[in-house]
């Protein structure tokens, strides 16, 4: 199908929104709740649908300080919240109801725009339940602009971290990131250096308990490479990559082999299962790892999360030419 110069391609199928480029194609599900398919120069980079995540593997002081016992309904929303509801809007034309079938008979397949977005909320199932936004806009360059908002309520406990999960199908072979030097969390940044920073494969610390890991905070860029695909019938070996860059603000990430569920199960190294995939998170929020003593006494305040406020955060996927 051709593509016209300067705008998005706009399929309208029976349980999907597809928006497509020369380079790229994305496929938004109705059903799964999400970017169900993110293709870029013929690359699959989705494995799973994007999801919020509000749980970081524990670590010896949260176990310690009791923390893992009085937010551990973050957990079950970090693994069960649902989506509830999905807004299209076209080149600000907002949809009063999304186009299913048959209402998207009245499409012929070539319809076009300059900007698409598309928001999905989720309903989290804590105690009290409380909702997730997250609006993904699309221009015709490819670029995917992703904005997430947390709505506050008083009746919930602290949040271990606040962010959007993305895994890809395969491990990825180096990050490059611009950012703080190492591994850096709100309390652990002091000792860090301002630079651009290339990290070969996806490290995980051995902790005799695996735990959470890996996190950087305060980046600009970050790139992420990989040599490897699913497709069987893929035998180009050379490298391809995609880059989440900063919106408004600099954001944090983690890239691991592993989710914080995966991670949560193991209480040995030899108990994690293969590295297959690459968990890329892009928080928003990040709690404090503490440490003040013998991995006991809690996290000091200012490193809290409170889940009585709004929590606001976004970035961009970016094509790399």
């Known amino acids: 199908m051709a593509y016209t110069n300067n705008k998005l391609n706009v399929v309208f199928s ?12 994305y496929i938004f599900s109705y059903e799964r709740g999400g970017l169900e398919s993110m293709l870029i120069q ?51 034309e907002k949809f009063d109801q999304l186009p299913i079938a048959p209402y998207n008979n009245q499409y012929n397949g070539n319809e076009t725009a300059e900007t698409v977005a598309i928001k ?44 959007l999960r993305l895994v890809i199908p395969t491990t990825a072979k180096s990050f490059d990131y611009e950012g703080l030097s190492g591994e850096t969390y709100p309390d652990r940044m002091a000792g860090a250096t301002r630079g651009t920073y290339h990290v070969e494969g996806l490290p995980v610390t051995p902790y005799i308990v695996p735990q ?7 980046n600009s860029k970050l790139t992420i490479t990989r040599t490897t695909t699913q497709n069987n019938a893929d035998n180009n070996p050379q490298p391809f990559s995609l880059s989440i860059k900063k919106a408004d603000k600099n954001f944090n990430f983690s890239a691991l082999p592993y989710t914080p569920e995966e991670l949560e199960n193991a209480t040995h190294q030899e108990e994690l299962p293969p590295a297959r995939r690459t968990v890329l998170t892009i928080f928003g ?37």
């Open 42 to 92: 013929g690359k699959e980079w989705l494995y799973r649908t994007p999801t919020p995540t509000f749980w970081r593997a524990t670590t010896d002081n949260d176990r310690g300080s009791g923390f893992v016992v009085k937010s551990a309904q973050w957990l079950a929303a970090d693994m069960f919240s649902t989506c509830e509801k999905i807004e299209l809007t076209v080149d600000n």
């Open 14 to 25: 029976d349980g999907t929104l597809g928006l497509g480029g020369e380079d790229f194609h």
């Open 212 to 218: 959470e890991c890996g996190m950087h905070m305060d």
């Open 285 to 321: 929020a990040v709690r404090g790892v503490g440490g003040i003593d013998s991995w006991g006494t809690d996290v000091e305040s200012k490193y809290h999360i409170s889940a009585k406020k709004d929590i606001d955060f976004e970035f961009n996927i970016e094509i790399n030419k």
């Open 120 to 163: 999905y909320t989720y309903k989290t199932n804590t105690i009290p339940s409380t909702t997730v936004d997250v609006t993904y806009t699309v221009t015709a360059d490819g670029k995917i602009n992703i904005h997430q908002r947390f709505q506050g309520n008083q009746d919930l406990p602290e949040l271990p971290a606040l962010g």
